[in-house]
């Protein structure tokens, strides 16, 4: 029962990351980049770039949702620690850190085309540390999932 309550709380707090996450991208950003070409039309010829680098980076969120919805399911059914679960938990690290690289990469390439300003880009190697942060602690907790359910198995057969 604990397992089933704490997998609908985790659902219900996705859900509304995933509300979030949905305003951020569909309306935030682009009513975000819209009023700054109107306050600033010589910044024209950066928004299209900005804009689709800034867009890219929800498709790992969108992952990261999708495996942690599965995840999810799993703790309900009471397999917090299995298999499946540390390598659901591994694939959204592995998407967190590549979506920091995808930040990184893009913001550095504009930075040496000029379409970048050096506060922005700073501001983005912060922005890109706090995600290879939560990447890496993500990278840590599969790993520690994956050793709880061999030590789970291990200890089944032993039964």
Same mark, same amino acid.
């Given at each position: 029962m604990m397992c089933k309550q704490l997998a609908r709380?985790?659902?219900i707090s996705l859900t509304g990351g995933c509300l979030c996450l949905a305003a951020v991208y569909l309306v935030a950003v682009p009513g975000v980049a819209t009023g700054l070409l109107r306050q600033a039309p010589? $910044?024209?010829?950066?928004?299209w770039p900005w804009l689709l680098l800034v867009?890219?980076?929800a498709l790992p969120c969108i992952l990261v949702a999708l495996w942690g919805w599965k995840l999810t399911g799993e703790i309900g059914r009471?397999?917090?620690f299995s298999g499946e679960s540390a390598r659901l938990v591994k694939r959204a690290s592995t998407?967190?850190?590549l979506d920091a690289a995808l930040f990184l990469?893009?913001?550095v390439v504009y930075f040496l $085309?000029?379409?970048s300003h050096s506060a922005v880009a700073l501001l983005a190697l912060?922005?890109?540390a706090a995600a290879a942060v939560f990447g890496l602690a993500a990278r840590a907790l599969a790993q520690l999932v994956g050793e709880a359910a061999r030590l789970r198995e291990d200890s089944e057969l032993v039964i």
């Amino acid at each position: 029962m604990m397992c089933k309550q704490l997998a609908r709380c985790c659902k219900i707090s996705l859900t509304g990351g995933c509300l979030c996450l949905a305003a951020v991208y569909l309306v935030a950003v682009p009513g975000v980049a819209t009023g700054l070409l109107r306050q600033a039309p010589e $910044l024209a010829d950066r928004f299209w770039p900005w804009l689709l680098l800034v867009e890219a980076t929800a498709l790992p969120c969108i992952l990261v949702a999708l495996w942690g919805w599965k995840l999810t399911g799993e703790i309900g059914r009471g397999n917090a620690f299995s298999g499946e679960s540390a390598r659901l938990v591994k694939r959204a690290s592995t998407a967190l850190l590549l979506d920091a690289a995808l930040f990184l990469a893009g913001n550095v390439v504009y930075f040496l $085309l000029g379409i970048s300003h050096s506060a922005v880009a700073l501001l983005a190697l912060f922005v890109c540390a706090a995600a290879a942060v939560f990447g890496l602690a993500a990278r840590a907790l599969a790993q520690l999932v994956g050793e709880a359910a061999r030590l789970r198995e291990d200890s089944e057969l032993v039964i």
